[in-house]
């Protein structure tokens, strides 16, 4: 466990250090070029040193309320690690992999373990697509509004989806992916949206049909919210009555500070709709393995954006939300479209992690 690090900046101390690269990478884009041999190693090493970083500090942590769910997982570890039975029908695969891992290691090694689950795969599809330039979509990926809860709060959701993206680096091997794809299933049903998500758009992918479905939501959510939360409550989404439970249930103080239309997520949402809007339909990007992460991304958001007005509509909000940072970065990392490509990255960085640090400094802080 980290003893080092006061649990008041354990956070904040993810957060600052995100806020330092990220304004140290732009400046460092305003003095060389992206493929410059000092620009390579730089990014490397550090990319290297916060892979290493992150997974230690989150899954060191100490067990504090501080961290949401994390004290209700230890208190299932230390369960199982005395012998208690598997209970739970839902979500069997992380059950499983949780009494396995009591019966032969510490809480804090479990952590830890979940930890790489979580963080790898965002290096591993990162260094796939974008070779030497891998840290600019892993580093897109850490400073998501998003990353930091599904760490350390919601981790089964975090990496049953994290096990999606790794399934998706096999999309080659499509023996490999569906494996991949089963294990999140049974790590957290809901994945079952991005998978079958990803499967449609392998048959039909044309973003400009995606796009008007996605932008059609946010009017029949406006006029007819609660008609689409009774009805994918009532269809039992994924056959499980917890999922159903997210949408009709009241959300516990302290869960989500506001329901109703949520305007303000809404706008963080579409940072990557605008992305790909930009670089499909007016920089004529073309490229199908982008448009196939784009199109997910637009399904899964447009269900979100339905169940809206659900107390517990985050849950579904993080099932586009973990795949924002490669949509955005993907094309700025394939093809270059401005004059100082490297700048331009820099700035959407910058602007990108603007939103997280703003919501936790001036929102709720």
Same mark, same amino acid.
């Given at each position: ?265 809404? %706008? ?7 992305? *790909?809007?930009?670089? $499909? @339909?007016?920089?004529? #990007?073309?490229?199908?393995? +982008? ?45 270059? %479209? ?7 990255? *820099?700035?959407?960085? $910058? @602007?990108?992690?603007? #939103?997280?640090?703003?919501? +936790? ?5």
């Amino acid at each position: 466990m980290n003893t080092l690090v006061p649990i008041d900046w354990y956070y904040p101390l993810y957060l600052n250090l995100s806020f330092f690269l990220a304004l140290f990478t732009f400046f460092h884009a305003l003095i060389l070029d992206l493929d410059d041999k000092k620009n390579l190693v730089y990014i490397n090493f550090i990319g290297y040193l916060l892979l290493f970083f992150l997974i230690i500090h989150i899954g060191q942590r100490p067990i504090s309320a501080r961290f949401g769910d994390t004290t209700n997982y230890y208190k299932s570890y230390l369960a199982y690690a005395n012998g208690a039975p598997i209970n739970d029908a839902n979500d069997y695969g992380w059950h499983i992999f949780m009494k396995a891992m009591a019966s032969i290691t510490s809480i804090h090694t479990f952590f830890t373990v979940c930890a790489v689950i979580y963080i790898f795969p965002m290096y591993r599809i990162s260094k796939l697509y974008f070779k030497e330039y891998w840290f600019y979509a892993f580093f897109m990926f850490i400073i998501s509004f998003s990353f930091w809860t599904y760490g350390v709060n919601g981790m089964r959701n975090g990496a049953a989806c994290s096990l999606f993206l790794w399934g998706v680096t096999y999309q080659r091997n499509k023996v490999v992916m569906s494996l991949f794809f089963l294990i999140a299933v049974l790590f957290h049903k809901t994945t079952l949206l991005p998978i079958f998500a990803f499967i449609a758009t392998s048959y039909f992918n044309n973003p400009k049909v995606y796009f008007k479905i996605w932008l059609l939501c946010i009017p029949l959510s406006l006029t007819l919210g609660t008609v689409w939360v009774s009805l994918f409550a009532n269809l039992g989404f994924g056959g499980d009555d917890r999922l159903a439970g997210y949408l009709t249930s009241q959300a516990e103080a302290g869960t989500f500070s506001q329901t109703g239309f949520r305007w303000d997520f809404l %706008f963080h949402s579409t940072f990557a709709v605008f992305a *790909g809007w930009y670089f $499909v @339909l007016k920089k004529k #990007f073309v490229d199908q393995i +982008y448009f196939q992460l784009l199109n997910t991304y637009l399904i899964c958001n447009g269900f979100w954006i339905l169940v809206i007005n659900a107390n517990y509509s985050n849950r579904f909000a993080y099932l586009s939300w973990f795949m924002m940072a490669i949509v955005i970065i993907y094309p700025l990392l394939k093809e270059r %479209f401005f004059i100082n490509q490297h700048l331009m990255i *820099g700035k959407v960085m $910058v @602007l990108y992690f603007s #939103f997280t640090y703003f919501m +936790y400094y001036f929102f709720w802080g």
